[in-house]
């Protein structure tokens, strides 16, 4: 089988592959890459698999009048800079010892050990630069009926590194058939759920980022639920109503943090060690999902107003007719009304209530009350 991809041509790549092979070495294109394009994917990033032992990588692409970054050495990775894009480009490895965490690795000359070592039989196909795709494990057969299957047996990899739990039910949820999850998989998963806690919250929180950007990740999500392995990643979830907010995005997808704030019960940051701006897209969502549309939009913005809606549509009170417009108009609003237009009749603490006092009157008015109305209201609480 061979693959027909544009990235083939690039002449970036070809120089890669042209400066280890024309020296005798195997250097081929692996995973992701040869699997987006065999189902006419898209490919975002091309990685090289090699017999060449690192330095001699190194080498060779720098002779080629390429620049060769030592980005992960210890490991084998070599990420060759070719007209203004990187490739990593990783010697073949078997692995010596592993935690569950992380593995101690050899370096092979064996496509063969490669690939066993790999996670998942539809990453460990190969091409070569020509498209020839190369598969050790079974790879084809099983990408051609989107079954997502471990490489030999899944306990095996499964402690090799238990964060593989996770990237099971995210490829699943990205490239695995509906309704056919692999037994065998789904039940080593469950067994060996416990250890996740030795995983750190970073990791567990970009698999799960991963997981519910996927189209639709509910059947995958509901999984994870089932066996307990929700529980643990992201304590409090209920999964229940994924299902309806996939529904009510009507296949433009949400995003994951839409997703994430019907998911949680509980803060996720806690869980999933989010950035400082992803943990306010939470708070804001968190609350924007309790308030009614045009309060939601009037202080967060129409896109987070939006996002509430879905939550609110998929939770079993979908808004109003005309909300759509509404969020629109309040997201355009502003209090007329600032500090300096109650001073100096009201100063210090009793100021700030004032202003919360017409805010809250503006909105309950549909923000038509003007300028005069709710000065009156902040400075006479009896007006209201």
Not at 184 to 198: F, I, M, R, V
Not at 200 to 226: C, F, N, Q, T, Y
Not at 294 to 310: C, D, M, S, T, V
Request: one cysteine or more; a negative charge; aromatic letters at 4%.
């Amino acid at each position: 089988m061979r693959i027909e991809a544009e990235f083939l041509q690039d002449s970036g790549l070809r120089r890669v592959l042209s400066a280890l092979n024309d020296a005798g070495h195997q250097a081929l294109i692996v995973g992701g890459a040869v699997r987006n394009a065999l189902l006419g994917e898209r490919v975002v990033d091309v990685d090289i698999a090699t017999s060449a032992l690192p330095e001699e990588t190194r080498r060779l692409t720098e002779k080629a009048g390429l620049r060769a970054v030592p980005t992960g050495i210890d490991h084998g990775t070599i990420t060759v800079v070719a007209e203004g894009h990187g490739y990593e480009v990783t010697t073949f490895r078997r692995d010596v010892e592993t935690d569950g965490r992380r593995a101690v690795v050899a370096f092979s000359d064996r496509i063969d050990e490669d690939a066993q070592r790999r996670d998942f039989t539809m990453n460990a196909l190969y091409a070569d630069a020509s498209g020839e795709v190369i598969d050790p494990v079974g790879g084809l057969p099983d990408l051609a009926a989107r079954r997502l299957r471990f490489v030999g047996a899944p306990r095996a990899r499964i402690t090799e590194d238990y964060l593989r739990i996770l990237r099971f039910y995210r490829f699943h949820a990205w490239y695995g058939a509906a309704g056919k999850a692999d037994p065998e998989a789904l039940a080593a998963c469950a067994d060996l759920a416990a250890g996740l806690e030795g995983i750190s919250r970073e990791r567990i929180g970009a698999e799960m980022r991963k997981l519910l950007a996927a189209p639709d990740p509910s059947e995958a999500v509901g999984l994870m639920a089932a066996a307990g392995i929700l529980a643990r990643t992201l304590p409090g979830a209920d999964a229940a109503h994924l299902p309806a907010l996939i529904a009510a995005e009507n296949g433009t997808p949400s995003d994951w943090s839409c997703r994430l704030t019907l998911l949680a019960a509980d803060d996720p940051a806690r869980y999933l060690r989010l950035s400082r701006d992803e943990e306010r897209q939470q708070e804001k969502l968190t609350e924007a999902a309790r308030l009614p549309l045009p309060e939601a939009a009037y202080r967060h913005g129409a896109r987070i107003a939006r996002l509430a809606a879905l939550i609110q549509t998929a939770r079993g009170a979908p808004p109003a007719p005309g909300w759509d417009a509404q969020i629109d108009r309040a997201a355009a609003c502003r209090l007329p009304i600032a500090a300096r237009d109650l001073m100096p009749q009201i100063t210090g603490p009793a100021l700030g209530e004032a202003l919360r006092r017409a805010e809250s009157a503006y909105i309950a008015s549909g923000f038509s009350l003007n300028r005069d109305e709710l000065k009156r209201i902040a400075l006479e609480p009896s007006a209201i």
